[in-house]
Every structure is written in structure tokens, then in C-alpha cells.
């Protein structure tokens, strides 16, 4: 085979491998990282040993995802205020398949901030054997033998990670209909500081969760609860972002919103719904560090 030939085989797999490294990982730039330490062992490897080429990146995707993950985790107990996985555009992480709407499905609920953040609660392998197999349809064994476990070890990690994601029940996505009522009922509470209309929407669980990194303004903890969620938008967030620029786009899977200031793009808000479609969760991104590549895909 010639490098030419080498590198159109794994751009073919490519998306695959950066779908599944971001939701392991549920940040953009580890993600992409992990893709290239891919594409430099492959092209490293001697390719006619490998009868499987989509099996082997997906291994070797894997195996590094969960190698920066155990990194990322000793990161982000020293992390300044709350952590929040790095938002990301529909067309960023495709996980493959033929579009229908099932598969539409659990692309969308696979990439909510929710479901990625309940994620994060996961061991490493229970993370990576629990998207390989109910998200990228890997069978048992294939999974098995990309984590170097049994095949009877690898369906009780699947079966613990998702026990612990059907109790949480983030895994549902919400009508569009009621996703863009809560969007305008949002943009009036921050624009013209108009709760009331918001607060009909709200689950008896709200809570609102602000990622500064330390790097921007944010709510240093989760804020619980209808009222202190709705005092919050109308004390802070109305008089600080009412004048805005506002952009309706995807964020990961459902409807979200880019505030712009100046130019310059100064949170990235998405959110979660209970299975009745009651707003549970405000996500508001304000770390500048996750947002730029937020703002380069915008861009374009």
C-alpha cells in the first residue's frame, strides 16, 4: 500500500474515531489529540499485519482516549469551579451509520452535555465499553478485546454503565418545539429580565452550572433550585449580557445559544430536559479556552 492510499483509508475512519474521542474524552482538543497520536502509529505500523484497519484504529483510538482520560481526570480535581465538557457543533463528531432517524437519535443523546457529564461518573473502561458498544454497535468481544478484559468482565461494565445512565435518564431527546420555547423564554429572562415566562418551563430540579476555568466570570458552584436559578438570570445575567448578540445553533445534539460581545464570542449555552421536556439543566460555557474553538468552527 502507498502513503497516499494509507492516508485516504484512515480518513475514512476518521470521523468515527473522533466522534468516539470525544465523547471519552468530552473535549474537542484532547479528542483531535488523541485522532493524531492515531494517525502516527498508523502510519507507523506495518500495514500488512493488519487484516482489520477499522479495528485497529478504533483499538488504538481507544487505548489512548482512555490513557488521556486517567490524565484528564487528575486535571480536573484541581479545576477552578465547576467542569463542563468543551461544547461542540452537530457537524464535529459524527458517529457514522446510515442518518435514519434512530440513528439521528443517539447521535443527539449521546452528545448532550447531561449525558456527557454523567460520563465523567464512569470508570475509564466502564466509559469506553459502555459508548463502543450501545453507541458505535461494537459486539461484546470486539469491545472485550479492544480493553484487554474478558469477554464475561467487558459485559458487566456495560451493563453497570448502563444501569447508572437509565436511572439517570439523560438519554432522551427533547421536541424541537418545546426546545425553541424554552430558547425564547430564555432569551426574554436575560434580555428584557422577564422571568415569568421562563419560570412555567422549569423542572422542581433546575439547576444552573457556569464553566469560567478560572479564566472568566462564572457562579464558582451549581446553582439549585427555581428560585435561586431565576434570581440569579434576573440579578446577574440580565444585566450583564441583555445587550448580547444572540446566535441559535446546535450545541451538542439540541438547541443552545452563542452570546457574542464585541465580536468575540463570551458563552456557549445548552441545556438539559427531563424525559417530560421541564428545563432540569442551564449549561453556560465561559471558559476562553473552550470556547475558541467554538468560535473558529463558527467562523468558518
Given at each position: 500500500?502507498?502513503?497516499?492510499h494509507d492516508d485516504?483509508?484512515?480518513?475514512?475512519?476518521?470521523?468515527?474515531?473522533?466522534?468516539?474521542?470525544?465523547?471519552?474524552?468530552?473535549?474537542?482538543?484532547?479528542?483531535?489529540?488523541?485522532?493524531?497520536?492515531?494517525?502516527?502509529?498508523?502510519?507507523?505500523?506495518?500495514?500488512?499485519?493488519?487484516?482489520?484497519?477499522?479495528?485497529?484504529?478504533?483499538?488504538?483510538?481507544?487505548?489512548?482516549?482512555?490513557?488521556?482520560?486517567?490524565?484528564?481526570?487528575?486535571?480536573?480535581?484541581?479545576?477552578?469551579?465547576?467542569?463542563?465538557?468543551?461544547?461542540?457543533?452537530?457537524?464535529?463528531?459524527?458517529?457514522?451509520?446510515?442518518?435514519?432517524?434512530?440513528?439521528?437519535?443517539?447521535?443527539?443523546?449521546?452528545?448532550?452535555?447531561?449525558?456527557?457529564?454523567?460520563?465523567?461518573?464512569?470508570?475509564?473502561?466502564?466509559?469506553?465499553?459502555?459508548?463502543?458498544?450501545?453507541?458505535?454497535?461494537?459486539?461484546?468481544?470486539?469491545?472485550?478485546s479492544i480493553l484487554?478484559?474478558?469477554?464475561?468482565?467487558?459485559?458487566?461494565?456495560?451493563?453497570?454503565?448502563?444501569?447508572?445512565?437509565?436511572?439517570?435518564?439523560?438519554?432522551?431527546?427533547?421536541?424541537?418545539?418545546?426546545?425553541?420555547?424554552?430558547?425564547?423564554?430564555?432569551?426574554?429572562?436575560?434580555?428584557?429580565?422577564?422571568?415569568?415566562?421562563?419560570?412555567?418551563?422549569?423542572?422542581?430540579?433546575?439547576?444552573?452550572?457556569?464553566?469560567?476555568?478560572?479564566?472568566?466570570?462564572?457562579?464558582?458552584?451549581?446553582?439549585?433550585?427555581?428560585?435561586?436559578?431565576?434570581?440569579?438570570?434576573?440579578?446577574?445575567?440580565?444585566?450583564?449580557?441583555?445587550?448580547?448578540?444572540?446566535?441559535?445553533?446546535?450545541?451538542?445534539?439540541?438547541?443552545?445559544?452563542?452570546?457574542?460581545?464585541?465580536?468575540?464570542?463570551?458563552?456557549?449555552?445548552?441545556?438539559?430536559?427531563?424525559?417530560?421536556?421541564?428545563?432540569?439543566?442551564?449549561?453556560?460555557?465561559?471558559?476562553?479556552?473552550?470556547?475558541?474553538?467554538?468560535?473558529?468552527?463558527?467562523?468558518?
Open positions: 500500500m502507498t502513503a497516499a485516504r483509508l484512515f480518513a475514512q475512519h476518521a470521523p468515527m474515531l473522533t466522534g468516539l474521542a470525544y465523547r471519552i474524552l468530552g473535549s474537542r482538543a484532547d479528542a483531535e489529540d488523541a485522532v493524531q497520536d492515531t494517525y502516527l502509529k498508523w502510519r507507523e505500523a506495518g500495514r500488512e499485519a493488519i487484516d482489520n484497519p477499522a479495528a485497529w484504529l478504533t483499538t488504538a483510538c481507544t487505548r489512548r482516549c482512555i490513557d488521556l482520560l486517567r490524565a484528564a481526570h487528575r486535571t480536573r480535581v484541581d479545576y477552578v469551579g465547576s467542569w463542563l465538557p468543551e461544547p461542540i457543533q452537530a457537524e464535529f463528531a459524527e458517529a457514522g451509520g446510515d442518518g435514519g432517524p434512530e440513528a439521528h437519535w443517539t447521535l443527539a443523546s449521546s452528545l448532550s452535555t447531561a449525558f456527557l457529564l454523567l460520563l465523567e461518573r464512569l470508570t475509564p473502561k466502564e466509559r469506553a465499553a459502555y459508548l463502543l458498544h450501545e453507541i458505535f454497535d461494537q459486539p461484546y468481544a470486539e469491545v472485550a484487554e478484559i474478558e469477554e464475561a468482565a467487558c459485559r458487566k461494565l456495560v451493563q453497570r454503565a448502563r444501569g447508572n445512565i437509565e436511572q439517570a435518564k439523560v438519554r432522551h431527546v427533547t421536541p424541537a418545539e418545546q426546545q425553541d420555547r424554552l430558547l425564547a423564554a430564555f432569551e426574554t429572562a436575560i434580555v428584557h429580565g422577564r422571568t415569568a415566562p421562563l419560570a412555567s418551563l422549569l423542572s422542581q430540579q433546575i439547576a444552573l452550572h457556569a464553566d469560567g476555568g478560572g479564566k472568566a466570570t462564572a457562579a464558582a458552584q451549581a446553582i439549585h433550585g427555581a428560585d435561586a436559578v431565576l434570581g440569579f438570570i434576573a440579578s446577574v445575567l440580565h444585566p450583564a449580557c441583555r445587550e448580547d448578540r444572540w446566535t441559535f445553533v446546535d450545541l451538542n445534539g439540541s438547541r443552545g445559544v452563542i452570546l457574542e460581545r464585541a465580536g468575540r464570542i463570551e458563552a456557549a449555552i445548552s441545556f438539559g430536559y427531563e424525559e417530560g421536556g421541564a428545563l432540569r439543566d442551564i449549561f453556560i460555557m465561559r471558559n476562553p479556552d473552550k470556547l475558541a474553538r467554538l468560535e473558529a468552527v463558527r467562523i468558518r
